[in-house]
């Protein structure tokens, strides 16, 4: 039976409209793409069978314009979603690229720019909250230094918990149905950037009054950059309840922050990701923050747009095609993996402890055991390379 790559809304994919609107700025070179404006980006992806798409403030509704022209491009927005049927999946606040965020936001040094940050991200609740969006996620881009003689480090995460937790408040005052989802990176665009790690971030969490209300969005190009295994952190996230949204690209371990194409690089990686996705019984959006070659053009944004559904989807085949196989089965099960859900001693009596101190073990038995990972992987292989 030939594959199915065509997406449907009830796949759950979602782009970010800095995403297909990116228009290849870097560092060393400025845009070389036009602008795609607000009604073709979303016929587009409309076109394509996504979901829904997210926003940064800015990225909908020009900063400093007067509020008739900010209620313009809303209403626009608005209108445009009602039109094509996309949803509002995440929405959250531009707290980097304006010079006031240099030092940071909720962690700038200046208590006027932390106030004004906090505001900033109020007001686009409240958009938020029009739009349906039930996420709002908190990419703290700025938040961080370059010489640690200039913040101390547990000031600035207080600082941090304290903007959150107000912010919480907020969204609790308004009675507004949304969930905060902390967004970890490691640098770029500042030299150390704080919550650089799903762990770091998860531990931050647990120190918040409103810890309920806040989990993560892993992105696949921050973990990597710092050598770290995405699906490992994304295995330990939905294990703590804490995935409430993910980021989707690709990336080089070791690089800049790449956003490239999901899938076009750590195939391996995205095939036990987008099985663990699959098999987890995670039913949030299925969210793309990644971005075109500055090599392309408009086409190319499309294909690109195009490619990281299509890879998901194929991925998606081949990790059920994977479960299915009675050749694997029969390798997990000489693995043990089953095995690994089974209680190893349960709660603790007293009982139980002296049960345990009677057994005797057959050390050398179980030391010789293999477990035959080698065959298991090779099937893995085999599946991705589709020769199994
Ligand atoms: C920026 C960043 C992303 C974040 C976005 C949310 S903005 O593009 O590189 O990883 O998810 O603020
Ligand atoms: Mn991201
Ligand atoms: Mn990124």
């Not at 022209?69 to 608005?78: G, I, P, S, T, V």
């Not at 793309?288 to 559904?309: P, S």
Request: hydrophobic share 40%; with cysteine.
């Amino acid at each position: 039976m030939p594959l199915d790559l065509t997406a449907r809304p009830e796949h759950k994919f979602t782009f970010g409209l800095w995403t297909v609107g990116n228009r290849g700025r870097d560092p060393f070179g400025e845009a070389v793409r036009p602008k795609l404006e607000i009604v073709p980006m979303l016929n587009g992806l409309a076109e394509l069978g996504v979901y829904g798409v997210s926003f940064h403030d800015d990225d909908m509704m020009t900063f400093g314009a007067p509020e008739a022209e900010r209620r313009a491009e809303l209403d626009l927005f608005k209108k445009t979603l009602d039109e094509t049927g996309l949803v509002c999946s995440m929405a959250t606040t531009n707290l980097f690229y304006h010079p006031i965020f240099k030092d940071g936001a909720f962690t700038s040094n200046d208590p006027q720019v932390r106030r004004f940050a906090i505001q900033k991200a109020m007001r686009n609740l409240d958009v938020a909250a029009e739009l349906g969006a039930p996420t709002y996620v908190f990419w703290g881009g700025r938040e961080g230094v370059e010489t640690a003689a200039s913040k101390d480090t547990r000031d600035a995460l207080s600082r941090y918990a304290e903007a959150l937790d107000f912010l919480a408040g907020y969204v609790k005052d308004k009675s507004y149905d949304i969930r905060f989802a902390l967004e970890p990176k490691p640098n770029e665009p500042r030299g150390d950037i704080f919550l650089p790690t799903v762990g770091h971030a998860l531990a931050f969490i647990s120190t918040l009054d409103n810890r309920e209300m806040v989990g993560l969005n892993p992105e696949v190009a921050h973990e990597t950059m710092s050598g770290l295994s995405f699906y490992q952190g994304v295995a330990q996230t939905l294990w703590q309840d804490k995935l409430f949204h993910i980021d989707l690209n690709d990336q080089r371990i070791g690089r800049f922050d790449q956003d490239f194409r999901f899938g076009s690089e750590g195939i391996k990686d995205h095939f036990f990701l987008v099985r663990l996705l699959e098999n987890s019984g995670y039913s949030g959006v299925k969210h793309f923050d990644a971005h075109a070659y500055r090599t392309e053009d408009t086409a190319g944004v499309w294909d690109f747009a195009r490619g990281c559904i299509r890879n998901y989807l194929a991925l998606a085949a081949k990790a059920r095609e994977f479960d299915q196989d009675p050749r694997v089965a029969k390798a997990m099960a000489y693995s043990g993996v089953a095995q690994l859900a089974e209680p190893t001693v349960g709660p603790y009596t007293t009982e139980a402890a002296a049960g345990l101190m009677g057994e005797h073990f057959d050390i050398e038995a179980l030391a010789q055991r293999g477990f035959g990972n080698e065959a298991l992987d090779q099937l893995v292989v085999d599946h991705i390379l589709g020769i199994a």
